[in-house]
């Protein structure tokens, strides 16, 4: 008799082990009201239920940070750089335009196509083609490799190595940084500067250090999106590209102000 009380008590505890006490912790989980019965019938949520907040959206943007004219009083000279981007926060595909048009002339003109990786906090690697167009002057495709992000102190770089045919390579760095006066008013200093591995008479590039440009442009934020800026840009070109400019009646250094408007949506 004392033997099949205890078998019994035993298999007592058993159960209350087993199957009472984790259906009484697992019920404490859930909201008061809510049983396992309603989590198993429970219908789709309601259609004004707030959508899914995705973590890699695709996304796009174009940025206009030059539009403008050099030197006011002779409205025949305008510069433009432009970039615009779509894709997730790692995969982008860039497209990068600049170029000065002067009397009805294009000179410098760059294009570029990329695909950019981040490859670590605010910088991403990039890799694709850059077409050069110019009136007069033939074509020239590259190949294109580099970087793009933001250095510490908030200092914005780029840096592209470039390579073509004949064994034509080149270097392209770029860095600005935005000094903020007030919350709308932005003065921004710019300098680039450009390479090549050897003379291309034909586009009256030399070899080494080609040409450099800094400026500043003081702009005015009306929005964020859109804001007018007065500034002054100085442009050098060096060594056999200076010489053949000379040559060619051209300028090898030049001063001017500048007009414009910077937009971005």
Request: proline share 5%; glycine share 8%.
């Amino acid at each position: 008799m004392k033997n099949w009380k205890s078998r019994a008590a035993l298999a007592a505890a058993l159960a209350l082990t087993v199957f009472v006490l984790p259906r009484m912790a697992h019920a404490e989980t859930y909201p008061d009201g809510v049983t396992d019965k309603d989590l198993a019938t429970a219908d789709a949520p309601p259609a004004d239920w707030p959508a899914t907040i995705h973590d890699n959206p695709v996304s796009y943007a174009l940025m206009a940070e030059q539009l403008e004219i050099r030197n006011p009083g002779d409205l025949n000279t305008f510069k433009w750089d432009v970039q615009a981007w779509g894709g997730t926060d790692i995969d982008k595909l860039w497209f990068k335009t600049e170029g000065e048009r002067t009397d009805a002339k294009y000179d410098g003109v760059r294009a570029e196509l990329l695909y950019s990786r981040a490859v670590a906090d605010y910088w991403d690697l990039q890799a694709g083609v850059r077409t050069d167009l110019a009136s007069n002057t033939p074509s020239r495709s590259w190949a294109a490799l580099g970087f793009q992000g933001l250095a510490p102190d908030f200092f914005e770089v780029q840096a592209t190595a470039y390579a073509s045919d004949n064994a034509h390579y080149a270097l392209r760095g770029e860095v600005s940084y935005d000094i903020m006066f007030t919350q709308r008013l932005v003065l921004t200093p710019r300098v680039d500067a450009m390479l090549y591995s050897k003379d291309d008479p034909k586009r009256e590039l030399g070899a080494g250090l080609s040409s450099a440009e800094a400026g500043a442009r003081l702009r005015y934020e009306i929005r964020r999106e859109l804001a007018p800026y007065i500034g002054v840009n100085w442009e050098r070109k060096f060594g056999s590209t200076a010489s053949m400019a000379r040559a060619g009646g051209g300028d090898v250094e030049l001063t001017t102000f500048v007009v414009g408007l910077r937009l971005w949506f």
